[in-house]
C-alpha cells in the first residue's frame, strides 16, 4: 500500500514537471532560545518545509503553497497557505479559492489590511507571509489603465488565531475572578448572509498611488460578553461568552515621493467595535464604540542606511472611562511609533537591521536587531535577538520572553 | 517625442558623418548627446544575466526578465526577477520621465508581503542588487547634468573613439568625473571611467559586444571592475527582441503582481 501511494506521488510529481509547472520554496531550520527570567529554555526547534507550486497559462494560473513545520517535540503541523486559481481577462482578473489579500500602506500594521486575519501563534514574531491566513473566497479586479477596481468577497469566516495556551506566547486574559468560558457562540456558520465583503479602489499614479477601501466583516477578535450562574456551592461564576460581531471599515491609503523621501499615511475608521467594560456585570460587559486607527511614516535613505519611521495612533470616539484598558486599546488614545534601519554591505551579502515597535502608552518595546548573511545564492543566514521591554501591554506582557535565535534557510 | 529628436539627430549626422567639419566642430555635449539620443527602437524585451564576482573568483547570478517601451516623454521599464530563489517573482518597475529635473517613479513588488511599495529614485547611489552598478550607472543620465569636453581621440579595440571627460554639475554626485570612449559615428560608450569624490579611479565599464539588431546597435553585455573592491559584474542580455510592439499595459502594478 506504502509503495503505491509512493508511487502515485512519484507519478504526480513527474506528470507535473512534464508540464512544466514551476516548484520554488525553502527548507529553514530555526533554532530560538529564552533569555528570560533565568532560563534558558529552546523555546523554538523548528523545521518548515515551504513548498510553493505554481503554473501560468496564457489567460489563467494556479498556486499552491503548503508549508510543513516540525518542532522538536517531533509533531508534525501542515498548513495550506494559499491553493487557488486566476483566470486572466482582457480588462479584469478573477482569482478564486484560499488566498492571502494584503492592503494599505503600512509596515508591520494592520489598518487597512484586515482582509487575511492573523495566526499569532508566535506572536507578532514570524516573518508577516506566515502571519497572513489565507482566507477562502473569491477576489475580483477590474482594471482602467493603472486604476484597479476590486471587489473581495468571504463566505468563510477566519478569525485570529492565538498562541495555545501553554505557549509561552499565550495571552492570559484578565477577569475579576476565574470565569468559565460557553464557546457555543464562537463559531460564525458559514452561509451566504455570514459572507464578509470587501471593496477597494487603487490607483498607481506619477504623483502618488493610493487605495480606498470598505469592508463588511466580521470582528476577527471575539467579544467576550459576560454573564453570571450559580457555581452551586450559593456563590456566582462569571461566564464568558466569546462572539464574533459584525463590523464596518471604510479607510485608505497612500504613498508618495517627496524629495528623497518616501511619505505614506493609512487611515479606517471602523463602526461598532465592542470594548470590555470594567464592570462586567453591566451590559454584558461591553459597549459599543467607533474608533479610528492611523499612521503616518516616511522611508529615507542616510548614509547607505535605508530607514523607516511609523506612528501609529488609535482613537476611540466618545470614548468613556467604563472601557477596560487592553494592551490593544489602554486610553482613549493609543500611541505607538515603529522604526527600521537596515544597512547592507559586501555588496548585499550582509545586511544589518535593526526593527522596533514602542508603546507610549505602556512604555513598552519590542526590539528586533538581526543580521542577514547569504552564504550564498541559495542559503541565507540569519542571527537575531526579540528583546522585550516594559512589563506591560502589548509587548511588556512578553518581557520574560526575551530570545535569541538562528535561522539557516535554503531556498530553491 | 524622443523619437523624433532620434530622427532629426540621426538625419544630422547622416549630412555631416561624411565630413571632416563634424568631429572639427563637435562638443563634447553634442557628442554625449548623440549617445544619450541613439535610437534603440520603440520597445525591447531581453533576458539579463548578471554575474557578480568577488576578488577570490566566487560568483553570484541573478536572472531577471526585462521588458521597455518608449512612450515619447515618458520610458517604461519593467523586471521579473527569476534567479536566485529568494528573489524570484520579485519585480521592478521605473517610469522615467525625459523632463529635465523630473525624478523617476519606482516601484518594487515583494511576492512575499505581497505588496507593492513605491521606492524614492533619490537613492541613485545605491547598488543594483548587490552588483557594481548603481541604479544611476543603469539609467539614462542626461547630458545636460554634466560639463563636456573632449580631451582627444584615440584607437580603442580597433575602433576610433573620442575620450570626452563629462563633470557633474551637482558637486553632491558620487562620482568627481568620468572618462568615456565613445565609437565615432556609432554612438556607443566602449570605455567608460569611474572616479570617486578624491577623484582616484573606482570601476570601469566595458563594452564586451555590441549587435545590430532591426537595425539597432545594441549592446549586450558588459563588465564593471571595481578597482577598489577588485569586485566585478557582467551583464548580458540574451534573447533580445526589437519593436514587438509590447502592450502599454504591461507596464502597471497588474502586471508586477502577475509575474511574467
Not at chain 1, 472611562?321 to 486610553?331: A, Q, Y
Not at chain 2, 568631429?23 to 557628442?31: N, V
Not at chain 2, 508581503?113 to 550607472?137: C, E, H, Q, V
Not at chain 2, 554612438?187 to 555590441?210: A, C, M, R, S
Amino acid at each position: 500500500m506504502k509503495n503505491i501511494l509512493l508511487i502515485m506521488i512519484f507519478a504526480f510529481t513527474y506528470s507535473l514537471f512534464a508540464q512544466s509547472v514551476d516548484f520554488s520554496g525553502y527548507v529553514r531550520n530555526y533554532s530560538g532560545m529564552l533569555l528570560g527570567n533565568g532560563s534558558n529554555d529552546f523555546v523554538i526547534l523548528q523545521n518548515t518545509f515551504n513548498l510553493n507550486i505554481e503554473k501560468s497559462f496564457d489567460n489563467s494560473a494556479f498556486q499552491v503553497n503548503p508549508m510543513i513545520y516540525h518542532d522538536y517535540s517531533d509533531s508534525l503541523t501542515f498548513r495550506l497557505r494559499e491553493a487557488y486559481m486566476d483566470l486572466y481577462f482582457d480588462n479584469f482578473d478573477l482569482r478564486v479559492g484560499k488566498q492571502q489579500i494584503v492592503w494599505g500602506k503600512a509596515d508591520g500594521v494592520f489598518i487597512t489590511d484586515i482582509v487575511s486575519p492573523k495566526d499569532l501563534f508566535q506572536f507578532l514574531l514570524p516573518e508577516f507571509d506566515e502571519i497572513r491566513i489565507g482566507v477562502e473566497g473569491a477576489k475580483f479586479d477590474y482594471y482602467i489603465g493603472n486604476n484597479t477596481f476590486e471587489i473581495v468577497w468571504l463566505p468563510v469566516f477566519a478569525p485570529t488565531e492565538y498562541a495555545d495556551p501553554n505557549s509561552v506566547w499565550a495571552v492570559t486574559p484578565t477577569f475579576p475572578t476565574t470565569p468559565t468560558f460557553d464557546y457555543s457562540k464562537v463559531r460564525v456558520q458559514t452561509s451566504l448572509e455570514n459572507s464578509e465583503v470587501f471593496l477597494k479602489y487603487s490607483a498607481l499614479t506619477e504623483y502618488v498611488d493610493f487605495e480606498i477601501m470598505g469592508g463588511y466583516m466580521w470582528d476577527d477578535d471575539p467579544t467576550m460578553f459576560s454573564s453570571f450562574a450559580p457555581d452551586g456551592t450559593g456563590g456566582m461564576n462569571i461566564v464568558i461568552t466569546p462572539e464574533h460581531k459584525r463590523i464596518s471599515l471604510a479607510g485608505g491609503s497612500f504613498s508618495t515621493t517627496l524629495g528623497p523621501l518616501v511619505l505614506r499615511g493609512e487611515s479606517a475608521y471602523y463602526f461598532g467595535k465592542y470594548f470590555n467594560t470594567s464592570n462586567p456585570a453591566v451590559n454584558q460587559g461591553v459597549i459599543e464604540k467607533d474608533y479610528i486607527h492611523y499612521m503616518i511614516g516616511t522611508d529615507f535613505n542616510l548614509f547607505d542606511i535605508n530607514f523607516s519611521m511609523q506612528f501609529i495612533q488609535k482613537v476611540i470616539m466618545n470614548y468613556e472611562e467604563v472601557i477596560k484598558p487592553t494592551p490593544l486599546f489602554n486610553d482613549e488614545f493609543s500611541n505607538m511609533i515603529t522604526f527600521l534601519a537596515r544597512y547592507s554591505i559586501f555588496n548585499e551579502t550582509l545586511d544589518l537591521e535593526l526593527f522596533s515597535y514602542y508603546d507610549f502608552e505602556f512604555d513598552d518595546a519590542l526590539i528586533r536587531p538581526r543580521m542577514l548573511y547569504d552564504f550564498s545564492d541559495s542559503i541565507n543566514l540569519q542571527f537575531g535577538a526579540n528583546l522585550f521591554t516594559g512589563t506591560e501591554g502589548m509587548f511588556g506582557q512578553y518581557d520574560k520572553n526575551d530570545m535569541i535565535y538562528g535561522k539557516i534557510i535554503y531556498s530553491f | 517625442m524622443k523619437n523624433t529628436k532620434i530622427i532629426s539627430i540621426a538625419f544630422t549626422i547622416l549630412l555631416f558623418a561624411s565630413t571632416s567639419i563634424f568631429s572639427q566642430e563637435a562638443t563634447g555635449l553634442q557628442i554625449v548627446e548623440n549617445v544619450y539620443n541613439r535610437a534603440a527602437g520603440d520597445d525591447m524585451t531581453s533576458d539579463l544575466t548578471m554575474t557578480l564576482i568577488n576578488s577570490s573568483g566566487k560568483e553570484r547570478v541573478r536572472t531577471i526578465k526585462q521588458f521597455s517601451r518608449d512612450f515619447g516623454d515618458i520610458e517604461k521599464k519593467i523586471m521579473f526577477f527569476v534567479k536566485p530563489a529568494d528573489v524570484k517573482n520579485t519585480s521592478f518597475m521605473t517610469w522615467g520621465y525625459d523632463e529635465e529635473g523630473k525624478d523617476d517613479d519606482q516601484w518594487i513588488y515583494l511576492p512575499a508581503l505581497k505588496k507593492t511599495k513605491r521606492i524614492s529614485s533619490d537613492s541613485k547611489s545605491d547598488y543594483f542588487m548587490g552588483s557594481d552598478f548603481t541604479y544611476d550607472d543603469l539609467g539614462d543620465r542626461h547630458p545636460t547634468q554634466d560639463t563636456h569636453i573632449i580631451l582627444r581621440e584615440e584607437l580603442l579595440n580597433g575602433e576610433s573613439c573620442y575620450v570626452v571627460e563629462s563633470t557633474p554639475k551637482d558637486e553632491d554626485y558620487m562620482y568627481s568625473k568620468t572618462i568615456t570612449w565613445i565609437i565615432k559615428d556609432k554612438w556607443i560608450g566602449l570605455k567608460k571611467d569611474f572616479y570617486d569624490e578624491d577623484e582616484d579611479l573606482l570601476k570601469t565599464l566595458t563594452v564586451e559586444k555590441y549587435e545590430e539588431i532591426k537595425g539597432f546597435l545594441i549592446i549586450n553585455h558588459t563588465e564593471m571592475k571595481n578597482v577598489q573592491k577588485d569586485h566585478k559584474t557582467t551583464m548580458e542580455l540574451k534573447n533580445i527582441k526589437i519593436d514587438t510592439g509590447i502592450s502599454k499595459s504591461k507596464f502597471s502594478e497588474r502586471m508586477m503582481t502577475r509575474g511574467i
